[in-house]
């Protein structure tokens, strides 16, 4: 068997196989099917050739070749607003009838009442309340299978997990077929990631970085061990904690960033400090028609969810950060069309 | 080309191919061959049966293969002392000369003094105090070079990357050859590991969980970013640390796990508590003339490093965890042997 052939039978598999980049193969043709021709189309496939030639004075190591993703408004849409923080809303009435005494306490009264409104209006400090209250103070088993019953069983038109863009998971298996290892880092919570992102992305939660808290180990009355999860914040995974959260999980600078918003800024800074071929994209979303578009970059509409300022806009053009145009870049946005 | 030929040409590289093992390929031949016949080794053998045969009730998926290892005592040489303890010690002279005000300030004045008897009395607070000072403040490339230098240059007639037990890379490589992930769960520092477990053990950074402290994200003068190593501990990644490590750094639970200490006790219950085949193993240092033999567990001689005691091993028996004899069950101990 030609290595030609041996390389298509590996097929994705390959990118798991250290040897099989190492011998320069580049998986290119018909990669990225979804993104129409222009600059960052060409970014990607040039930054994948630069690092997997050994000829290239750029080239990287298979085991070096850390990809990073950030997941709301990156790989799947955010709006009106992110999927995790509906989780937690709707997990509102279960919490109460578990603890009636809240039924009557703000935040929990108003997001019961059901008026969207009052429920816009709730602060930071309310959202982080109804944020303990449904995501810890339950054994990880529990969690784990309360939140896959919820994303798996969707009350709207179309489950969450469809709404994730096909130009992006293109470029997850097309990083992948280059021997690519691909991590989400997301200002989400790590284990709510970690409970759909093998099935969404194909990637396991040992490479899912997020805003994680702690667990504590404990027994229950038959002897067996069990983790509950707690409310210390371990990590919040946004802004400067990004790269933080890199060298935590990952222990290496990664060669590709990809993110949307102000909270991936740093993500990308620390990303382009290293040596060598490195690729930092930021996805805009600059298209009304086809999905939303917010900023205030570039004069859109400013939103609350997935901020992209005029200044991180400025960042990326002085540093040679490549924008990516929904409206203009991708053909096709979702899985589902 | 047939199969088996296939396999023998992917070598090692099939630990990361998990369609290697899905093809219920048992590499078992020649491997373990530092173990002599007996209990331990068979345990080995059948758990690795058990898990990579799909014909079996206790099949394991590919991706669900996890298998996580104590260092310290596990993996490598713990006495006379832990090795990164004698980095820390080491290092006091060079940060003295960058604040000589600590000159004369315990505990550095006693470590400056060389008096071993006065070293030995310091205490855990006095300890703390000299590995705050010697593994945070500097930026995670300094320490990574520093550590890295270290460790390359023993002042010792061996290095401490050849004091690593023979028998455990085998079992390293056997889990590999049948698709388990292969992590480092360890007391010691996570940054510290890192530096060397690619080398030492083929254990990539992303693969080794240890005692965590943050990092701390700002700029240079000429804007480029950097990650400072500060003083907060994040994972303490002893006891029941480690099932919470594991559950943070991995998000699974391991279906095999090896240790040789209480600290390592709850990490083997966490995996024990598993359904389906799981493999528990804790090292006895049983062997005075070949290593170092101490328990307090069997009447052996009770240390303050590496403590097996005999609850532990009363723990182990009652619940079927292996314990591996190193005077019974390594026919050799050292690579370098």
Redesign the interface.
Same mark, same amino acid.
């Given at each position: 068997?030609r290595r030609r052939e041996f390389i298509t039978l590996?097929g994705g598999?390959a990118a798991?196989? &250290?040897?099989a980049a190492g011998a320069q193969t580049l998986h290119s043709e018909g990669a990225l099917s979804s993104w129409n021709d222009g600059a960052a189309k060409q970014a990607i496939f040039d930054f994948v050739r630069a690092t997997i030639d050994r000829a290239s004075p750029n080239y990287v190591s298979p085991?070096d070749r850390i990809a990073v993703f950030d997941q709301d408004g990156t790989l799947w849409v955010e709006h009106p607003m992110y999927t995790q923080v509906v989780y937690c809303l709707e997990r509102v009435p279960a919490v109460v009838a578990r603890k009636p005494e809240l039924k009557n306490v703000e935040p929990f009264k108003t997001v019961l009442s059901g008026n969207r409104e009052a429920m816009a209006k709730l602060s930071l400090r309310d959202l982080e309340k109804i944020l303990v209250a449904t995501l810890t103070g339950m054994s990880?088993e529990e969690f784990n299978a309360e939140a896959k019953r919820w994303i798996e069983n969707p009350r709207w038109n179309r489950p969450y997990t469809e709404l994730v863009y096909q130009p992006m998971l293109e470029v997850l298996r097309y990083l992948r077929d280059n021997a690519y290892?691909t991590y989400i880092v997301t200002g989400g919570g790590?284990?709510f990631v970690?409970v759909y992102a093998?099935t969404v992305y194909g990637i396991?939660?040992?490479q899912?970085v997020g805003t994680?808290g702690?667990?504590?180990?404990s027994y229950a009355k038959d002897g067996?061990?069990?983790?509950t999860k707690d409310a210390k914040l371990?990590?919040n995974d946004n802004n400067?904690g990004k &790269?933080?959260g890199i060298?935590?999980?990952?222990?290496?600078r990664p060669y590709a960033a990809f993110g949307n918003s102000t909270g991936d800024r740093?993500m990308l800074?620390?990303t382009g400090?290293g040596a060598g071929a490195r690729l930092k994209m930021l996805v805009l979303h600059d298209d009304a028609t086809r999905e939303y578009a917010y900023g205030p970059a570039q004069g859109l509409p400013d939103t609350k969810v997935g901020i992209f300022t005029p200044a991180l806009y400025d960042e990326a053009k002085s540093k040679d950060w490549t924008v990516i145009s929904i409206k203009n870049d991708w053909k096709r946005i979702f899985v589902f069309e």
């Open positions: 068997m590996l598999a798991a196989w &250290p040897l085991e990880v290892k790590q284990d970690r093998e396991p939660p040992e899912v994680a702690g667990t504590k180990y067996k061990p069990f983790l371990l990590l400067a &790269p933080e060298y935590l999980m990952i222990g290496r740093q800074e620390w400090a």
